[in-house]
């Protein structure tokens, strides 16, 4: 999970003894999957991580994660070299974060104590993990929780342009100027514009058992190459089509598949490659329908 940019090299203390890896403690704790670099950085500040017996609250402190003993609220922190990638579907109402301060339930409540133990306190589960970029309270489907900060990035950074397709309901039936402008690019409520997204109209909802026809709103399937704050609720506000429901349903070319809302499994090395594959012309579509519960 190192790079050889995260690196750098400790002159070493003497002759003959050979330069050792060293990182600062904050990017430590987040190579070693504890949590986020910014997070590690308030976590240090508030004297919740020791190095070696005593607290540390120097955030760039030079330390070797295979030598150094570090402990975080009292949970010793190891160099896991497994890779942890989970799948979770994660459900309407739930927020992406660890800790909720108004108490609302988090994704990890959906997880369990899997991705809250330190590996050393629970050596059959598969370790801290962090929830790789967010989805909405109100938004459902596929979240990828990992250890893995470079897959992490790759998975985020706009550079790599890994596709993230949704299925929204929004308000009333785009025309083709509307779908025109969420496919070519339009400004948000920021002024910064959007990049080309994938839109097709998957339909209009099927009615559920009992409840009356719904003619007033559509499905759209959007794949976008970025992740912006709310991004599909905005784009869907700036052309005048409020998203009413919306549930990620494939990250690259891995689909939400049959896990039920609240259900997690972890991912396999061929999966985790599906994720970050680019599939040929940047496009996630692959004609299924849209998602339903
Ligand atoms: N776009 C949104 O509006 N919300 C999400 O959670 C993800 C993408």
């Known amino acids: 999970m190192r790079r050889p940019d995260d690196?750098?090299?400790?002159?070493?203390?003497?002759?003959?003894?050979?330069?050792?890896?060293?990182?600062?403690?904050?990017?430590?704790?987040?190579?070693?999957?504890?949590?986020?670099?910014?997070?590690?950085?308030?976590?240090?500040?508030?004297?919740?991580?020791?190095?070696?017996?005593?607290?540390?609250?120097?955030?760039?402190?030079?330390?070797?994660?295979?030598?150094?003993?570090?402990?975080?609220?009292?949970?010793?922190?190891?160099?896991?070299?497994?890779?942890?990638?989970?799948?979770?579907?994660?459900?309407?109402?739930v927020v992406t974060t660890r800790v909720d301060p108004g108490g609302r339930p988090t994704v990890y409540d959906a997880l369990g104590d899997v991705g809250r133990l330190a590996p050393a306190d629970a050596p059959a589960q598969p370790g801290w993990v962090f929830p790789v970029?967010?989805?909405?309270?109100?938004?459902?489907?596929?979240?990828?929780l990992t250890n893995d900060h470079r897959l992490g990035e790759r998975l985020t950074s706009p550079e790599h342009h890994v596709p993230k397709t949704y299925h929204a309901r929004v308000r009333g039936l785009p025309d083709a100027e509307a779908l025109r402008a969420l496919r070519e690019g339009l400004p948000l409520d920021d002024g910064k514009a959007?990049?080309?997204?994938?839109?097709?109209?998957?339909?209009?909802?099927?009615?559920?058992?009992?409840?009356?026809?719904?003619?007033?709103?559509?499905?759209?399937?959007?794949?976008l190459t970025e992740g912006r704050n709310r991004q599909v609720r905005r784009m869907g506000a700036a052309v005048g089509h409020e998203v009413v429901e919306l549930v990620r349903v494939r990250i690259g070319r891995l689909g939400l598949g049959d896990l039920a809302p609240g259900e997690w499994r972890e991912l396999g090395p061929e999966e985790v490659e599906r994720l970050v594959a680019r599939p040929p012309g940047h496009?996630?579509?692959?004609?299924?329908?849209?998602w339903r519960p």
């Open 133 to 144: 970029g967010r989805l909405d309270r109100d938004t459902s489907g596929l979240l990828i």
């Open 283 to 290: 496009c996630a579509y692959d004609g299924s329908l849209p």
């Open 7 to 93: 690196v750098r090299l400790r002159r070493a203390a003497g002759p003959g003894l050979r330069p050792k890896p060293a990182l600062s403690l904050a990017r430590a704790l987040s190579k070693l999957g504890v949590c986020s670099r910014r997070e590690a950085e308030r976590w240090i500040a508030a004297g919740r991580v020791e190095v070696n017996g005593a607290v540390e609250r120097s955030s760039g402190r030079w330390i070797d994660p295979a030598r150094d003993r570090l402990v975080v609220d009292g949970r010793r922190v190891e160099d896991r070299t497994t890779r942890v990638v989970l799948a979770l579907h994660k459900p309407e109402g």
């Open 194 to 223: 959007t990049r080309p997204a994938r839109v097709r109209v998957l339909g209009t909802p099927r009615p559920r058992p009992g409840a009356p026809a719904d003619p007033g709103s559509t499905w759209l399937e959007i794949v």
